[in-house]
């Protein structure tokens, strides 16, 4: 089975903390992609990162950073010096490759608050 | 870039009557993806196409709701009748070779 857990359902720091948002995820692939969004509340879905399952690089992207650690099946986005702009409602999602199976399968979502 | 365009962003309508939500995806994107997000259920798949053809419509509720796809720049999703339970956002998105969805801004529909 596909699945993807987001087991923080909310956070809330105060701006120019850092934070994680964590994210596990499950499939019998050896093959896959691993996704982030961010749903601002104006109500869009952005597309923030993609990451194969056969490269566990971690990525840095100004202050966003992602940790993919296959060992445990993670894939944690963190925020460093957050800012008031980044509250929103992040989501992780899992591409798995089973023939015919394209869906994106998304995670809850955790709804991240950074307080001024 | 344009990116995913969507119409109406808003529809507020009867019960019983016919609500059709319109999509056109980024130019070169080969699969487009209908998406619903409602409080209690998250974000779900209705349909997706692959080069126009629909691949999987596992996800769409019931008979009510129809995906059609005439053109690489042109989709629509049809509810007919509608019901206050079709109360949703629904987000477009198209797909690059790359496997990156981009979506649109949405259409916040209202049954009442």
């Known amino acids: 089975a596909q699945k993807v857990t987001q087991a923080q359902t909310e956070i809330s720091v105060v701006e120019k903390e850092d934070v994680t948002l964590d994210c596990v995820y499950e499939?019998?692939?050896?093959?896959?992609?691993l996704f982030w969004y961010k749903q601002p509340p104006s109500g869009e879905l952005v597309f923030l990162i993609r990451?194969?399952?056969?490269?566990?690089q971690n990525e840095i992207s100004g202050r966003y950073s992602w940790n993919f650690q296959k060992s445990t099946s993670s894939f944690n986005f963190t925020i460093t010096a957050s800012q008031v702009v980044d509250s929103a409602v992040y989501f992780c999602?899992?591409?798995?490759?089973?023939?015919?199976?394209?869906?994106?399968?998304f995670g809850q979502g955790t709804r991240l608050t950074i307080n001024p | 870039d344009a990116g995913v365009i969507q119409s109406p962003r808003h529809e507020v309508t009867e019960m019983g009557q016919e609500v059709t939500l319109r999509c056109k995806p980024i130019?070169?994107?080969?699969?487009l993806f209908w998406y619903r997000q409602t409080m209690m259920r998250g974000l779900e798949l209705l349909i997706y196409?692959?080069?126009?053809?629909?691949?999987?419509d596992s996800g769409m509720p019931e008979d009510r709701f129809s995906a059609k796809m005439p053109n690489a720049s042109f989709s629509t999703l049809k509810i007919q009748p509608s019901e206050p339970r079709d109360s949703a956002v629904y987000f477009c998105?198209?797909?690059?070779?790359?496997?990156?969805?981009?979506f649109g801004p949405g259409t916040r529909l209202t049954v009442t």
């Open positions: 196409f692959n080069n126009n053809v629909p691949i999987d």
């Open positions: 130019s070169g994107h080969n699969s």
């Open positions: 990451r194969n399952s056969f490269d566990e």
């Open positions: 998105a198209s797909r690059n070779r790359k496997y990156e969805q981009y």
């Open positions: 999602a899992l591409r798995p490759t089973i023939q015919g199976a394209q869906k994106l399968v």
């Open positions: 499939t019998r692939d050896t093959t896959y992609y």
